[in-house]
């Protein structure tokens, strides 16, 4: 990325980047590619579907949905034309997409309608307001990796075309100039944070914003032209959208989206990084665990001469694993440290010499730090305090929430929330967090959000939520709920509730259902107290499967994915069966791993496609000189 691509402004940048590329270069490639070509038509046309539907300079333009083709094409219209791009989740309930056009009040809505249709969203809308639906994204023309695990399922046919969805009912329309460019202080997007309420936050991102992190992405990480990114991550989340489409247009290179992540896919998605000439791989601390389960086929697979830059953001990155990545792969991870609210990226290690060191976040670049006390003096170096960031990549604020503003931005510091240190080399660790946040596989989950829609369910009586150390995914989400006797509501009553009204990332892996939750003298819920009962449910149940190898792995699934034991049977499999997503599997590979004593390959893994799969590998595993001793001591054990 040069100074011609971002000479003052986004959009200068946006302009530059069309007069620099190839109209037939692919900025996003996959399963459904999009040319830099395809892309300016798509912005000409809805320039006119803008000035035809009267929208005014920040006016909120809300994007939900799981075609990132159309995600990624609405939202460099929308940011050019001068409008505020709302990105919200393409992969949640009708209940959510409905709280976020309430808590953005758009002038136009971009929605799925397999989600929520237009009509019912336009219902929920302001006057003067619209609502288009996004047509599914093109099919493949070859089957994919699911498909051939699923062993010759014949494919779906392909979707009606439905001409008054995005972007066919653009085909009517003549490519329009944009309206004239927005200054530095425009709010550019807004990205949706849950707050501690049941009112999400609209984190407001300025072009001056924008410019400033993309600037200095360009000199961390050295993208151009010649980058191909690869990144999965979901376009709702700043590190999918920023170190995704938004770098790669900005600069002129492709970023490489093979689909949405799933476990299965990652053998394909290390092909990938040689296949595709990946230079930058962005991924979270799960995704480094997970490939860590490949085997040692793909130890090689970033050390080609085309490929830079391995960055890991999201959560933290354990040293251990960190060190073991690097040693195994012969890779450098890059960490680094930032929020929503300062784009994506504010703290840095790596990938200069100057910056990195092991077990830290590294050190500011662009911005200025403080961690200070409770009464918000300077702590002394090495001493833990809060994390305050000041720099021209801070967030201008919370939307229409001036108290909530007001308490995370003073004097142009924001106060972060997370505990860190800084030694006398400059180099910051994170040291815990003061807000109750749950990062589960990099996603961000608030509890108080998820326990606010379960006390929504009539004959609740009382709930908690908060995250349970997990291996694989950092956290995991724990409900413990109380439930009037005469309710007749269950386990499975309530996690059918929650399914209905929460993403799938907020849905309880854990849910137990207590007879009451231990409160102190002011009321507040003894929260120690609380995840020792949850242990102890844990426990119970695990001690309890019995039965044949069959059974046993019924009652495992259904504990894991968190559904019924009498719904499972052995044909069950991921398009089948509520919560069995990439979390969930590589919890029941571990959960199975736990109770049949044994490991599974990693070609195991990413082929096991069904609960009849998992029997087998278990059966296998059994009957091996190893598994037989296993066997006699889990017979022992149930005879207990």
């Known amino acids: 990325m040069n100074e011609r691509v971002l000479p003052q402004s986004i959009a200068a ?9 190839d109209p037939r270069k692919v900025l996003v490639a996959g399963p459904t590619p999009l040319t830099y070509g395809a892309l300016h038509d798509h912005m000409g046309r809805l320039n006119a579907l803008f000035q035809r539907l009267a929208l005014a300079p920040g006016d909120r333009v809300v994007i939900a949905s799981g075609n990132d083709i159309a995600v990624i094409a609405l939202y460099f219209a929308v940011v050019r034309a001068g409008l505020v791009a709302v990105i ?21 809505a971009f929605v799925d309608r397999a989600t929520i249709s237009p009509e019912e969203l336009l219902a929920r809308m302001p006057a003067g307001g619209h609502a288009i639906a996004v047509a599914a994204p ?21 979707p009606v075309v439905d001409a008054s969805a995005f972007p066919h009912m653009l085909d009517g329309l003549e490519p329009a100039a944009p309206a004239p460019a927005p200054d530095g202080n425009a709010v550019a997007h807004m990205l949706f944070t849950s707050g501690t309420t049941s009112r999400p936050k609209g984190v407001e991102i300025t072009h001056a914003n924008l410019l400033a992190q993309l600037s200095t992405f360009s000199r961390v990480y050295g993208y151009d032209a010649d980058s191909r ?9 700043t590190d999918g959208l920023m170190q995704g489409p938004v770098v790669a247009f900005m600069a002129g290179a492709t970023v490489y989206r093979p689909g949405r992540f799933r476990v299965q896919m990652l053998p394909d998605m290390m092909d990938s990084i040689y296949r595709e000439r990946i230079t930058h791989f962005i991924a979270v601390p799960t995704m480094l665990a997970l490939i860590m389960r490949l085997g040692e086929v793909y130890d090689d697979c970033f050390r080609g001469d085309d490929f830079r830059v391995l960055r890991s953001s999201a959560d933290l990155l354990d040293p251990t694993l ?31 010499a100057e910056t990195r060191r092991i077990g830290t976040i590294g050190k500011p670049i662009d911005c200025d730090i403080r961690i200070v006390d409770e009464a918000g003096s300077d702590v002394a170096a090495g001493d833990v305090g809060e994390l305050w960031i000041r720099g021209t990549n801070i967030m201008k604020g919370y939307f229409r929430a001036p108290e909530e503003t007001a308490a995370v931005l003073t004097d142009g510091w924001y106060r972060t929330g997370d505990l860190a240190a800084v030694d006398g080399d400059g180099f910051l660790t994170v040291a815990g967090r003061k807000k109750t946040v749950i990062i589960t596989g990099g996603t961000n989950v608030h509890p108080e959000n998820v326990t606010t829609a379960i006390r929504a369910l009539d004959g609740v009586i009382d709930a908690v939520t908060f995250g349970a150390k997990d291996g694989v995914w950092g956290e995991v989400v724990v409900s413990c709920v109380v439930v009037a006797p005469e309710s007749g509501l269950d386990r499975d009553a309530v996690l059918a509730h929650c399914r209905a009204s929460l993403p799938r990332e907020k849905v309880p892996a854990q849910l137990h259902l207590l007879e009451e939750l231990p409160r102190g003298p002011a009321g507040k819920v003894l929260l120690d107290e ?11 149940g695990a001690g ?32 089948n069966t509520n919560g069995w997503d990439s979390l969930a599997h590589m919890t029941f590979v571990a959960a199975l791993e736990s109770r049949f004593a044994f ?23 059994l009957d091996s000189p190893q598994g037989r001793s296993a066997r006699a001591e889990l017979q022992d054990h149930d005879r207990m």
């Open 530 to 540: 609380v995840k020792a009962m949850a242990a102890d449910h844990a426990r119970a």
């Open 544 to 575: 309890h499967v019995s039965g044949g190898v069959g059974d046993q792995v019924r009652a495992i699934a259904a504990e894991v994915f968190n559904v019924p034991v009498s719904t499972l049977t052995l044909r069950s499999t991921p398009d």
């Open 599 to 621: 490991r599974m390959s990693p070609r195991e893994i990413m082929s096991l496609s069904s609960l009849s799969d998992a029997e087998r590998t278990v059966h296998r595993a």
């Open 322 to 352: 960190w060190s073991d990545f690097e040693a195994r792969f012969g890779v450098e991870v890059t960490n680094s440290y930032g929020l929503t609210e300062t784009v994506c990226e504010a703290i840095y290690c790596g990938p200069s």
């Open 88 to 108: 919200g989740n393409g992969d949640t309930t009708a209940e959510e997409v409905i709280r976020l056009v309430d808590a953005a009040d758009p002038r136009l």
């Open 229 to 237: 990114i690869l990144n999965v991550l979901p376009l709702h989340h």
């Open 13 to 21: 940048g946006i302009d530059a980047a069309f007069a620099a590329a």
């Open 138 to 158: 093109a099919r493949h023309a070859r089957p994919g990796l699911i498909a051939k695990l699923l062993r010759g399922r014949e494919e779906a046919p392909a």
